[in-house]
Each structure stands twice: as C-alpha cells, then as structure tokens.
C-alpha cells in the first residue's frame, strides 16, 4: 500500500509547474538539491510543485523527504514507494500526483542546475513544443564541461538509435532534464521502471507526433564512488527499450 501526501497539493491551475523528483539513497544531496529548485527562477509567472517520490531509499534520504515536505508545505509534496522499484516507476507515481500544466523531470543528485529551467521551459511556454530536452552535448551554456569518456560513448550510442527509430534528431536522449506538456506525459502508458524511462518516453512523445526541442544545459558529471547509479546493464537494457518500442506502438493504450 502507498502512503498518503505529506502535504496537500496546490489549487491546480494552468500557471503550475510540476518539478518531479525520484529519490532513491541521495541523502547527501538531496536537500541542497531541493533548495536550488525551490530558488530557481520560473519564466512566465509559474508557480511550482516538487513532487518528491522516495523510491525505497535505506540511507536516510526518506527522513529528508519527510523533512523538506514538512519546512515547505505550501511548495513540496512527499511520496513513497513501499519498495525499491527504479527511476522509471517513481516518476510514474510523480506523474499520477502532479497537478501542474508543465512537468519537468530533476535528478535528485547535483550533476543538473536549475538555473537552467528558463531556457528548458521556454519552447513550452511559447507554444513551440510539446516536449524539451536539456542537452549536455548542444553546446556549453556556460555550465560544466559536456560528458566525456565512456559514459559520453554510450550516450551518442544510444542517442543515434534512439533518433534511428523515431525520427528526431536529439544530441542527447539520455539526459535527466526533461520537460513536458502535462497532458501529453499523463496520457501515455509508461512501463519501464528503471532507467529505460528515457528512451520509452522518448519513442512514445515521437509516436504521438509531439514537436520535441531540445536546448542546452549545464552538466556536472559524478563518479560511480559518488552515487552514479547508472551502469552498463542499464545500457544494454536501454537498447532493447529502442528495439522494443520501435517495432511495438503501445501508446495509445
């Protein structure tokens, strides 16, 4: 059984930002991360809601989730899985909760800025796209080197197939920085519970048709002795995502 919000939602509205955040033993980062996105400037008169969903974490990043809905009640809502399940089904459950017109994916780590967050919501606002993607290979914004390396490797690897089966022409579908009409996310059947989240959503805004831009962000990098939960089986997975949803269409059901 899931547990109730930590905090009523806001009066939904079409000015609503939803900031969706998956929380899984980030218990260092965790709370610095949160106050950036609580400081950062929205464009265009957004409110906000962060949405936190702790994913079964055992280092104490639970008891800071509870803490942040706590201090900021008007702002922060809190959700947790009874259990460990991946990035994937946590941002299911954001996305089930939130109430906002927009919604913008932030890792819970520190390795994207919020400062970013007016260039990633202004084809959004605009009314230029559907879906935006905050690169770390478009071209420095005067953040953090782009990735390098083997990590960068793979990246373009999957970036390539990914841009095989749908059409679009991203530099960069591996990127956390997602942002989102609300209503396109809320009515797309999304299955992947690990890392496959980003190239499933991927094939399915494609297969909607939606326009997806892409912008650049700032990005810095951390190690696997740092909290980097990522590896090579997530990137083996990851192919098979591509594979998988470029022959099956299952977003309309």
Not at 17 to 29: F, K, M
Not at 101 to 110: I, K, Y
Not at 188 to 205: C, H, N, Q, W, Y
Request: hydrophobic share 40%.
């Amino acid at each position: 059984m899931t547990e109730p919000s930590a905090s009523a939602p806001p009066t939904p509205g079409p000015g609503v930002l939803s900031i969706l955040i998956p929380v899984y033993n980030e218990r260092e980062y965790l709370r610095t991360c949160v106050e950036r996105v609580l400081a950062a400037d929205l464009p265009g008169g957004l409110g906000r809601e962060v949405v936190l969903v702790d994913d079964g974490s055992t280092d104490g990043s639970r008891e800071v989730v509870e803490a942040l809905a706590a201090e900021h009640p008007a702002a922060v809502r809190a959700f947790f899985q009874p259990r460990n399940q991946g990035k994937g089904a946590a941002l299911r459950r954001a996305m089930a909760e939130m109430t906002g017109r927009f919604c913008l994916v932030q890792d819970a780590d520190l390795e994207y800025d919020p400062r970013d967050y007016p260039a990633v919501l202004a084809p959004l606002l605009e009314g230029r796209a559907d879906a935006v993607y905050g690169s770390r290979f478009a071209g420095p914004p005067g953040g953090g080197p782009a990735p390098r390396g083997f990590h960068a490797l793979i990246n373009r690897v999957l970036t390539g197939l990914s841009n095989l089966a749908t059409g679009l022409r991203l530099t960069d579908m591996e990127t956390a920085t997602k942002a989102f009409r609300a209503d396109l996310v809320r009515c797309i059947p999304l299955r992947s519970d690990r890392f496959g989240f980003e190239p499933e959503v991927t094939a399915k805004v494609a297969r909607r048709g939606a326009r997806v831009a892409e912008v650049s962000v700032s990005y810095r990098g951390r190690t696997a002795a740092q909290g980097k939960k990522i590896g090579w089986k997530d990137g083996a997975a990851a192919v098979w995502t591509i594979l998988k949803y470029w022959i099956l269409d299952d977003s309309r059901f």
